[in-house]
C-alpha cells in the first residue's frame, strides 16, 4: 500500500498594512455580517485611546467601535444610543452613558474615548469637546487574544452580530493607542495637525480584512 505524504503549506494570510491616510471605508448596506477586522497582536493593556471620525445618517443605535477578548464581550465599545441620544462608553463590560445632544447626523464627527485601569475612568472627547471622567473599571487590564471590528458589535467572542446596532455610513481615521492621549495630543487629532499615530492600530499603516460589503473610498474633498 501506497502512502502519500503530502507536505502542507501553510501559507499565512496575514494582511501587510496598508496606508489609508485619504481613505474612507463606507459601510452602504445595513446588514448582520458587513464589517472590517482590524488586527493588532498587541494585547494586556493597561489604558487604551481610540479616536475615530464617524458620518452617518443613521437613526437607530449603531456601534462605532468594538472590541472584545475571550474573557469580555465589551472590553473596549463605542456604541450610539438612538433614543437615548448617548454615547455609551464601554471597558471591561461596564459602562458609561454620556448625554450627547451635538450627535448631528449627515456630518463627520471626532469621536474619542480614553481608559485607563489605574484610576479606572473613561471620557468622551466629542468633536474635541472633553466630557466630564466616568468611573467604570479599575485595576485589572484588558487581556488576552484582541478582536476588534468596525461595523458591527461583537455581542459574542465568537460573533453573533445584532442588525439593529449595526454602522451604516463612514468611517476614517481610527487610531487606537495604549494610553491614555493628553488633550494637546487630542486636539492635534481633532484637527488633523500632526500627531503621533496610534501604536496599536495606525490608520497609516492598517492591517485589516473586510467582511461583505464594506468599500474603501477616497476622502472627498470640499469643492469651494
Ligand atoms: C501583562 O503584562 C505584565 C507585564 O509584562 C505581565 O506581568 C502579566 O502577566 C501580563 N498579563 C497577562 C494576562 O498576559
Ligand atoms: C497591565 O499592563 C501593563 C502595560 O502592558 C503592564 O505593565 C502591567 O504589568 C499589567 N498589569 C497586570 C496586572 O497584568
Ligand atoms: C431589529 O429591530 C426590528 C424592529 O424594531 C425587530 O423587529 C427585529 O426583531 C430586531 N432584530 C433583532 C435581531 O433584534
Given at each position: 500500500m501506497k502512502v502519500l505524504l503530502l507536505l502542507v503549506m501553510l501559507t499565512t494570510c496575514a494582511a501587510s498594512p496598508q496606508d489609508l491616510s485619504d481613505k474612507i471605508f463606507t459601510f452602504p448596506l445595513r446588514t448582520n455580517t458587513a464589517r472590517v477586522k482590524l488586527i493588532t497582536s498587541r494585547e494586556n493593556f493597561s489604558a487604551v485611546t481610540v479616536c475615530l471620525r464617524s458620518f452617518t445618517d443613521n437613526t437607530r443605535d449603531h456601534i462605532l467601535f468594538s472590541l472584545a477578548t475571550p474573557s469580555n464581550d465589551y472590553d473596549f465599545l463605542m456604541l450610539r444610543q438612538a433614543i437615548e441620544n448617548t454615547i455609551d462608553l464601554y471597558s471591561r463590560n461596564n459602562v458609561a452613558v454620556f448625554t450627547e445632544p451635538d450627535y448631528t447626523l449627515n456630518t463627520w464627527h471626532s469621536i474619542c474615548s480614553t481608559w485607563d485601569s489605574e484610576s479606572g475612568l473613561v471620557q468622551l472627547w466629542f468633536d474635541g469637546q472633553p466630557s466630564m471622567r466616568k468611573f467604570v473599571s479599575s485595576g485589572s487590564n484588558i487581556t488576552g487574544h484582541t478582536r476588534i471590528v468596525l461595523?458591527?458589535?461583537?455581542?459574542?467572542y465568537d460573533g453573533g452580530f445584532d442588525i439593529n446596532q449595526s454602522f451604516v455610513g463612514m468611517l476614517t481615521d481610527v487610531h487606537m493607542w495604549d494610553h491614555v492621549l493628553s488633550p494637546c495630543e487630542i486636539q492635534d487629532y481633532v484637527q488633523e495637525l500632526n500627531f503621533s499615530p496610534g501604536n496599536v492600530l495606525n490608520w497609516r499603516a492598517l492591517e485589516f480584512q473586510i467582511v461583505d460589503k464594506v468599500l474603501i473610498e477616497n476622502k472627498k474633498r470640499t469643492c469651494y
Open positions: 461595523g458591527q458589535v461583537l455581542d459574542a
